[in-house]
Each structure stands twice: as C-alpha cells, then as structure tokens.
C-alpha cells in the first residue's frame, strides 16, 4: 500500500490524466445513462409504474395494442373471477383547450380500478405536465370528433405514454369518442395471477413495453452507448497499466530479486487502481448529480441511486480485470533478466 501510494505522488501527472480519463468517460456514461431513465420514464411511466402483473392482449393483433380487442364476455368473466384485474385502452389523440390550442395526449380509459384514475362521465385527469402550459382545473377540453366537453377535474403527477402527457377518460366517454364496444387490454397485477386463454397472448410489464417500438429502439440505442464506454473505459486501464508495467519492467526484477511476492505486486497496481477509480467515480457522480440541477426542466433527466451505485461496481470491475489482465506480464519477469534489461 505504501509502495502504491508513494509512486502515485511521485508520478502525479501520469496518475492525474488517468484519473481525468476515467472521470471523463464515467460521467458521461453517467449522463447517457440519466437520460436513457429519463426517457424511458417519458415514454412509458404509465406502464413503469403499474405493479408486476401480466397484461393480455389478443393473438390476432400480432402484438400490437392498437388492434387488439377483448371480447365483452371474456372480460366480464375475468374481472370477476380477479377481483383486481382492470380492462383498459390507449389510444393517441388530440386535446383543444378554451383558446381552440391543440394537445396531444394519450388517452386512457378503463374500468374501475385502483390502478387507474376513476373518472366520471363528462370529466378528464390530466398529466401535470399540461397544467404547466397553463391548463388549470374546471377548464373545458374539447375533441373534435366528440362532442361532448370535457371538463378537467385534476392532475396527476408522472403519468406519461409515448412522450404524450396521459388524459384519463370515462370508459363510456371513451367508447363514444373512438365508436369502440370492446376494450384493448386485459391486466392481472400479481405474478401469481395467470391467465390460460387460448384467444389471449400474455405479456410481463417488461415485455409489453417492448411492443411500444419508439421505446424498444431508444432503449436499445441509449443502452448500446452506455456499454461501449464501459468497454472503452476497461479498455483505457489496460492500456494504461500495460505501458506502465513494461516501463517498470527493471524495478519489478529489483523488486522480486530482494523477495518482494508477485501476489504484493499486483496488490500494488490493484490499490492504485482502486485509488484512481474511486476518486474519479466519486467526482463524476457528483457532477452527474449536478447536472441535473443545472440541466434544462424539459430535458428527461433520470438518475436513480441504484442505477449509479450499479455502474459505479462495473466500472470498478472493468477496472479490477483491464489490470489485472495488463499485469499478467509481472508473472512472468525474471529478476535477473529484469535487472540486465534495465529500466525502459
């Protein structure tokens, strides 16, 4: 530990550009990764933050909730046998406000539940971020091809489908609006809670998410940025402790040759490893926390404790193995070839 520290202080710069390279590269795998929660949160918050459950759709929709239909009879059946089970539908559409200002919005409707918003005939809950554009309760919505107005009764926080703000509806407003007699969707909260229905196709929240296709590639494309810099920054370590230890090749056959253990000289490079890391994670997590005070409010920002306490342990493992794997060379140093060779 002391040997490690001691040849940190007196390559300071060496130590400093690494240190400068990782803190780089982790935060902005930081920020990257903000966004891919904050977008994900954006585009489908309304299903995110449903309990674990199964959600059921028809088998002729080929996975497409918009042309799924589930029959009356069927849905009369399972919502008395599942007690907690709610029919629903989504479909986007547009709002007018009082200045004739059109919206969009995803409507939801569905049955009586405690997992949705209970609605009456007539009225709307909106997504908060609506009151923001200056919506306020008691206003009058209208929709085209509807007639009826709807009058917002209140706001909800964080309820959001497809990057539109959710507007929950009446069922039987809704079935007026969209000339529909049948809901799309079936959901059953609880994992213990299945469904053995030929006509129905299951899915988990997980996978009925990754039916929504803006938001299967934007994941997939924000999650393979995140990955590579993970990559790059392993990578970076290996690079760099290789060229220092052919560097150190002399010192380490000093080293062995007044019995200094193999196993103590990759205690070395690992506790500046370690050294390094930690400051550098420490700061970029700071900054990443920073940044979502300083980033604009329309910016999807979403950095929980978990997902940086989970990117912190990878990058410290990517760390732990770029190395170790670039120290494998102290193995096989001879002291006595070592010391001929001298200091490179």
């Known amino acids: 530990m002391s040997i490690a520290w001691k040849e940190i202080k007196k390559n300071k710069m060496r130590f400093f550009i690494l240190g400068s390279i990782i803190f780089l590269v982790s ?23 449903l309990p674990n459950g199964q959600f059921y759709m028809n088998n002729d929709a080929e996975e497409n909730y918009n042309l799924s239909r589930i029959d009356n009879k069927l849905q009369e059946q399972v919502l008395t046998k599942h007690k907690n089970a ?20 995803a409507f939801v409707a569905s049955t009586n539940s405690k997992l949705f918003e209970s609605v009456a005939p007539g009225e709307i809950v ?28 209140d706001f909800v ?12 509806l009446n069922m039987e407003d809704y079935k007026q609006m969209y000339r529909a007699e049948e809901m799309q969707l079936l959901f059953i909260p609880g994992a213990d809670e299945t469904l053995n229905v030929k006509e129905l196709q299951s899915f988990s929240n997980k996978e009925f998410l990754s039916t929504i296709p803006s938001y299967s590639a934007e994941q997939m494309s924000l999650n393979m940025i995140v990955w ?8 970076l370590f ?15 056959g000093i080293l062995k040759a007044i019995g200094v253990k193999t196993s103590d000289l990759f205690k070395m490079m690992w506790t500046q490893m370690l050294c390094i890391t930690i400051i550098s994670l420490t700061l970029s997590v700071g900054f990443s926390q920073l940044f979502k005070e300083i980033a604009p409010k329309d910016m999807p920002y979403h950095l929980t404790n978990e997902t940086t306490l989970q990117l912190s342990i990878v990058f410290l493992m990517i760390g732990f193995i770029g190395a170790t794997l670039s120290g494998l060379q102290i193995k096989k140093v001879e002291p006595l070839q070592a010391i001929q060779q001298g200091e490179v």
């Open 27 to 49: 935060l902005l795998t930081f920020i990257i990764s903000g966004l891919a929660n904050g977008l994900s949160q954006d585009n489908a918050a309304l299903i995110k933050d």
């Open 86 to 105: 709610a029919a629903l539908s989504i479909q986007m559409g547009f709002l007018n406000d009082e200045s004739d200002k059109q919206r969009s919005v």
């Open 126 to 153: 909106l997504d908060r971020s609506l009151e923001k554009d200056g919506i306020k309760v008691i206003d009058t919505l209208t929709h085209k091809p509807f007639n009826e107005p709807l009058v917002v009764k």
């Open 157 to 168: 926080d964080q309820k959001k489908f497809s990057h539109a703000p959710v507007a929950f």
């Open 228 to 235: 590579f810099l993970i990559v790059i920054s392993g990578m």
């Open 238 to 252: 290996g690079i760099f402790f290789y060229m220092m230890n052919v560097q150190k090749i002399g010192l380490y």
